[in-house]
């Protein structure tokens, strides 16, 4: 319309200009019908020409885009929190009472099984040991007197008796001390990393009182629970994926290592553990996101989710395309049962057999617009 309005200004212009530019009484009357008849004959082509532009057809052909459907394996993965957990992860602490007179670590160094860590005041127990060994060699000296003299026949049987018990008790209480003595040396319950040191020099080592803490992060695992409907789905060996957030949700591959035998009457959950051995990345404590298979399956029938619809009745279908690539496309419904979805995908089967074969393309965008006695054309 644009456009016509243009051309009638146009047309108009010439008239004025063309009885503009005349003098008055120059022209005669048959030379202004000559040109009145002439502008006509223009005026009725530019007319012609609006029609055409005004007149001109528009595309009604729906538009849609399309997803192909594939033939491949399908998981579906259930996902809940779990917690990194080992069993080498304790507070070291004195079994003797005693001042700290020697501290042998520092914080982040690597240490062996059985490496000194800590030293405490041993001072009065060594002087104690001192007088027993004393008074044990006494009690030996005493012992093969009477020994001898019981040898000999004219020994008394209850002297001997007691040089006897007495030797022994001495022994008995060299040893419990020499024991007492060793433990004044606190060593490592196992190969690790000293990540705390919670004490310095001078202060007082108990058994109450956590000296340092050690920890080893080589072999970890992972603890969730799952709901009690996923008992008979998750065994032994199912694949987990352990996205953990707190390392740009890096992704570890794993299996499930054990699976609970009791449901928390609570919450309705049972336990598995995921077990990660040599483990470089993960710590004690971190926060993972435990991703576990619940259903797969093999050279399924997998297509984008947006495509499958749902009618009335909570039926599920797909439009399937089919016709050339240059001409309209013909669409058919064909309803599916979705066995699962998952990121974006479901696995589908149509409900009669070979309507869907992998490579058939079904309409994503725009199927919600469209019939089945629609032609429609691919984007």
Do not use: W
């Not at 019908?33 to 057809?57: G, Q, V």
């Amino acid at each position: 319309m644009k456009t016509g309005l243009l051309l009638l200004s146009l047309f108009t212009g010439l008239i004025l200009a063309s009885c503009g530019g005349s003098q008055s009484g120059e022209d005669s009357l048959e030379q202004l019908i000559m040109k009145r008849d002439e502008l006509k004959k223009e005026l009725t082509l530019l007319n012609e020409k609006i029609a055409a532009l005004d007149t001109a057809e528009v595309d009604m052909t729906p538009i849609v885009t399309s997803a192909m459907i594939e033939q491949k394996d399908f998981v579906h993965k259930v996902e809940v929190q779990g917690a990194v957990e080992t069993d080498e992860n304790v507070l070291v602490t004195a079994e003797s009472q005693g001042t700290i007179r020697a501290i042998h670590v520092k914080e982040g160094q690597r240490v062996s099984k059985g490496q000194p860590l800590i030293t405490i005041d041993s001072e009065i127990l060594a002087s104690t040991i001192d007088e027993v060994e004393t008074s044990l060699e006494m009690a030996n000296y005493m012992f093969e007197k009477q020994q001898k003299l019981m040898d000999e026949g004219v020994g008394v049987e209850i002297e001997y008796e007691q040089s006897r018990n007495q030797k022994k008790a001495l022994e008995q209480k060299l040893k419990t001390m020499r024991s007492q003595q060793g433990k004044t040396v606190v060593r490592a319950p196992f190969a690790g990393v000293i990540d705390d040191i919670m004490i310095s020099l001078g202060d007082m080592a108990s058994p109450m009182n956590p000296l340092m803490r050690l920890v080893n992060n080589k072999n970890i695992t992972i603890s969730a629970s799952l709901a009690e409907n996923l008992l008979a789905r998750v065994n032994l060996g199912t694949p987990v994926d352990l996205v953990i957030p707190a390392m740009n949700d890096t992704v570890i591959q794993g299996v499930v290592n054990y699976k609970g035998n009791f449901i928390d009457p609570v919450n309705r959950t049972f336990k598995i553990h995921v077990t990660i051995k040599n483990n470089s990345l993960l710590l004690a404590n971190m926060l993972a996101k435990v991703n576990v298979v619940d259903y797969s399956k093999k050279d399924a029938l997998v297509v984008n989710s947006e495509s499958v619809l749902q009618d009335t009745k909570n039926n599920n279908y797909v439009y399937k395309l089919s016709g050339d690539k240059t001409e309209l496309f013909s669409v058919e419904k064909v309803f599916v049962k979705v066995e699962k979805s998952y990121r974006g995908e479901s696995c589908i089967v149509p409900v009669t057999p070979g309507q869907l074969i992998a490579g058939d393309k079904v309409v994503l965008a725009g199927a919600k617009g469209i019939t089945e006695s629609d032609k429609v054309k691919i984007q």
